[in-house]
């Protein structure tokens, strides 16, 4: 399986902390599968401007092949003014329409506030199930005091991200027979 964590704001460093510890966990638990990170702040990506996917260049194109070629994608993202940020938004808008048919998407969320713990129900998911995601249910959602200084610290978060990329891989394997079985 390829699997893509995907850090998604171009600002920040929370957020990719918390996912860099979910793609250590895969490279440790399940170094079978073909596994990268990507931190949307690494990349420069194009405004949507309709454009066939196929038509992009550089992070561009680069990104967005990532994650249709992606079996798996970990989304993290911060909240930003009660909504996913921009630049994530605009990624979902380069990608083609059933461009997350078929995917196990799981999801965490940072935020500075408990105030903010239902924008990926309520804003992400609602995206991820109009492309035809497979969306995880559950979701880990991360407030500044989860970490000491740049380290994620917090044992029932840590705990909680472990127990999500176990049910993401768990959730796509299970996709992916499912499948098979139905296609023969």
Do not use: C
């Not at 309709?50 to 249709?68: F, P």
């Not at 249910?137 to 991360?142: A, G, N, P, R």
């Amino acid at each position: 399986m390829n699997i893509l964590v995907l850090a998604g704001a171009n600002v920040g460093s929370k957020t990719a902390t918390a996912l860099q510890y979910v793609t250590n966990y895969f490279e440790t638990h399940y170094n079978t599968h073909n596994i990268e990170m990507i931190d949307l702040k690494d990349k420069t990506l194009s405004l949507a401007d309709g454009r066939h996917y196929e038509d992009w260049s550089g992070d561009t194109k680069e990104v967005i092949s990532k994650m249709l070629a992606a079996d798996v994608i970990v989304i993290g993202f911060p909240v930003f003014q009660a909504s996913i940020p921009a630049v994530l938004k605009n990624l979902f808008d380069l990608l083609p329409i059933d461009g997350l048919k078929g995917k196990t998407v799981s999801i965490v969320s940072t935020a500075g506030s408990n105030r903010h713990f239902l924008v990926a129900e309520m804003m992400l998911k609602p995206i991820l199930n109009y492309m035809k995601a497979h969306v995880l249910s559950s979701y880990v959602f991360i407030t500044p005091e989860a970490y000491e200084g740049k380290r994620l610290t917090d044992v029932n978060i840590l705990h909680r991200l472990d127990n999500l990329a176990d049910e993401t891989i768990d959730i796509a394997e299970a996709h992916q027979s499912f499948s098979k079985r139905k296609n023969k």
